[in-house]
């Protein structure tokens, strides 16, 4: 029993983490239809950010306000001069903003290692591998914070989608884009406010996954792999869905490697992928309705 | 028209020349083709023995080079990737055609690298990849100056038989050629020591969570964990086996990532007390050891290790079969290498066929322990500079 509750909770407090991871590529894929594949990279960036703030001795949960406003930046920038301008460019590939994504990616991760080396750099706190007893079961308090700020970011931008009026320019863009201009939505502006909100929700996973893990600049792509199940899992545009999402793998992947082995971790990640692919195509989404 | 013909001519003797140049060049200096992976995850690893190489280079030269030639060290990036590890080596043979190979990190990389040293008939002096079947595959190109994976826990399977006397063991490996062959034959180690294995679990380097599995082995309660891991995984199963209380009477890496000082740093204070395999210690009774350890730090303001040790000897060894070579061709110095009966900072190094294996080379290897942020070698006897704590105190029963 305590096997299966240490399992539970350890996926669980996962979960949180990799759906905050979620979020963010699922905002960009649900407005401009795009797969974001620089994402993982992306929060690679925000936590060597957070690692040369604990340099100076700032704490990676303060460093949040800076590393999320820079990425804010970093996003809006990519999407006005590399995204945007590929929009007016007629080639014979129809996904070429995919394609650049792809290149961003790894220009972002060598100059890095340009920068920090190949090395492995740690954030060490004092409550990077605190824990608290509950019974036999073990909770990390770093995860369980993480978890918790996941969730009130996820509330956040819902109702920021719901109530403001950029959240309904958004979520208009998303719908449908040339009904959008109709009504007045300057959807080129919209397009560069939700790279730089998806940028920066990713930014905030890295702050909060930097003191539990390690920095290191290849550490974007397997991120951005399970960023783009999370967002396939939930449904495109869902932030309510990319909780479940990212729940249901780290919970999947906790139980996979507890009943059956650590060695198929990724191969779980991908089965439920494809099955969900083929039996509830639009995620979770499908059956909430939000 | 003619000023057309004059180009041509032009062009041509700029070739000319630089065909001659090169031929000159070549007649001064000895080239040695060096593969490791300098980018990529294993990159730690390859800077060390790149530095080490370099330092071996600047000694041997500084003293004349060899026969009065100085040696030139060609490094070729392998990424950790087989498929660039091979046109590596390829690139080095075809284009650069030097006469000796060496480096060779991973295991994957290695195997693959060898292969076209073989068919090409290059002698590649294997300094790291140490999967069994490096030298099981009846390569006479091919040799190795570190001991096989199968023979990393020598001194482990001493110290467990003679102080632990474990009953029960839980084995954890990297799903990679270095980790399946290490954990297979600690294994086999295992059931000659007649210690019952009762799990034995592969997982994917890069993993964000070991404590799903970690959770498997304390409802387990083994006696012994072993893990064959590589540096920042091996740092992360330390640190969730605190969090999780995880407590077998003691923790043992098999070498790899267990020695650097980046595991320390990343770990922290659940890295305190774990013991690993180690192949070569700067207390190791072999001339010019101490002074090689010392050398490093003093240049690169940095510890080196185990794996520093033997690209620093391998060039040595590959110096003195060049330096006995009749001429300067793969075939006379891979037959140089054959005869190889010398003393390194890495050990005494000379190439031996012995059960399956050819062309290896033989060495006794170590244990060591982090006590107070410090790596001790503590067995055997001989060697050790402090005494090894054991039974080790249980997490909570520490500071």
Known sequence: MDVFLQTLVAGILKGGLYALIGIGMTLIMGVMGIINLAHGQLMMVAMYITYVLHLAGVDPYISLFVAMPALFLLGCLIQRFLLNPLLKVDTILPENQVLMTVGIGMVLTEIIRFIFKSDYKSVSTGYSNATFFLGNISFSIALGISFIIAIAFTVAMFFFLIKTDIGRSIRATAQDKDAAVLMGVNTGRITIITFGLGSGLVAAAGCLLAPVYYVFPDIGGPFTARAFIITILGGLGSTVGAIFGGVTLGLAESFGATYISMDYENIIGMTIFVLVLLFLPGGFKRLTKI | ?399
């Open chain 2, 1 to 399: 028209m003619s000023t057309g013909r004059k180009l041509v001519f032009a062009v041509f003797a700029v070739v000319l020349g630089l065909c001659i140049g090169s031929v000159v060049v070549a007649a001064e200096t000895l080239k040695v083709g060096i593969v490791l992976p300098l980018t990529g995850e294993q990159a730690k690893f390859g800077e060390i023995e790149k530095r080490s190489f370099e330092m071996a280079a600047e000694e041997i030269n500084g003293k004349g080079g060899v026969n009065g030639k100085k040696l030139e060290l060609l490094f070729e990036d392998d990424t950790g990737k087989p498929d660039v590890g091979r046109s590596a080596v390829e690139k080095l043979i075809s284009r650069e055609k030097v006469p000796v190979l060496t480096g060779g990190y991973s295991s994957s990389v290695t195997a693959a690298a060898t292969a076209v040293a073989q068919q090409f008939k290059v002698p590649f002096m294997v300094t790291t990849g140490s999967a069994d079947k490096i030298t099981e595959s009846g390569y006479d190109y091919v040799f190795r100056i570190n001991p096989p994976a199968s023979e990393y826990p020598a001194a482990v399977v001493t110290f467990l038989e003679q102080v632990v006397k474990p009953k029960t063991a839980v084995i954890l490996y990297e799903n990679s050629l270095f980790g399946q062959s290490s954990s297979k034959s600690f294994e086999e180690d295992c059931q000659k020591l007649k210690i019952d294995v009762v799990a034995k679990e592969g997982y994917h380097k890069g993993a964000v969570d070991f404590k799903p599995l970690l959770t498997k082995v304390k409802s387990l309660n083994p006696d012994l964990v072993y893990m064959v891991s590589y540096v920042m995984d091996a740092s992360l199963l330390m640190r969730q086996a605190k969090e999780l209380d995880l407590n077998p009477k003691l923790f043992i890496g098999g070498g790899a990532g267990f020695t650097l000082p980046e595991f320390h740093k990343n770990a922290g204070d659940a890295a305190e007390y774990v013991f690993s395999a180690a192949l070569w210690v700067e207390t190791a009774p072999y001339p010019g050891a101490r002074e090689y350890f010392d050398k490093y730090a003093k240049k690169y303001k940095e510890d080196t290790e185990y794996h520093g040790a033997e690209a620093y000897a391998s060039l040595y060894v590959v110096a003195d079969a060049l330096k006995r070579a009749k001429t300067i061709t793969p075939k006379d110095v891979r037959d140089a290498l054959a005869t190889t009966d010398m003393k390194t900072a890495f050990g005494p190094v000379k190439f031996v066929s012995y059960d399956k294996k050819t062309q290896q080379n033989k060495i006794p290897t170590f244990l060591v322990q982090w006590q107070k942020g410090s790596l001790e070698t503590v067995w055997p006897k001989g060697v050790a500079d402090k005494k090894f704590i054991f039974p080790v105190p249980k997490w909570n029963e520490r500071k």
